[in-house]
Nanobody, 126 residues
Framework: HVQLVESGGGLVQPGGSLRLSCAASGFTFRSNCMGWFRQAPGKEREGVAAIASDGSTRYADSVKGRFTISKDNAKNTLDLQMNSLKLEDTAMYYC?????????????????????WGQGTQVTVS
């Protein structure tokens, strides 16, 4: 069965860096759209970054130039490198997979398109 397990969250000072990782299993990782989403207390979940099968990426405006999404198809892992962290980056971060198609040609930051989710990892910038 599909499993997504996030790790790497923690407490960091403003301006610091963190690297999140998501270990995926139970599906053909390289073929699918993958993404990172986040939800801050009292706010709706929002898309942060996503990556298509060919490695093309999409970012939320709020993280462009600071966050980098990447994947390792050999290890079935999805990473999110977060630099220059701000207070407003504090949130629970979720890894997500869109398994509707056999190949992901283009990816969007649409929560409704991602049907599989990890349990989340907390990032606190303070």
């Amino acid at each position: 069965h599909v499993q997504l397990v996030e790790s790497g969250g923690g407490l960091v000072q403003p301006g610091g860096s963190l690297r999140l990782s998501c270990a995926a299993s139970g599906f053909t990782f390289r073929s699918n759209c993958m993404g990172w989403f986040r939800q801050a207390p009292g706010k709706e979940r929002e898309g942060v970054a996503a990556i298509a099968s060919d490695g093309s990426t999409r970012y939320a405006d709020s993280v462009k130039g600071r966050f980098t999404i990447s994947k390792d198809n050999a290890k079935n892992t999805l990473d999110l490198q977060m630099n220059s962290l701000k207070l407003e980056d504090t949130a629970m971060y979720y890894c997500a997979a869109d398994l509707r198609y056999s190949w992901c040609y283009v990816v969007f930051l649409r929560e409704s398109e991602f049907g599989y989710w990890g349990q989340g990892t907390q990032v606190t910038v303070s």
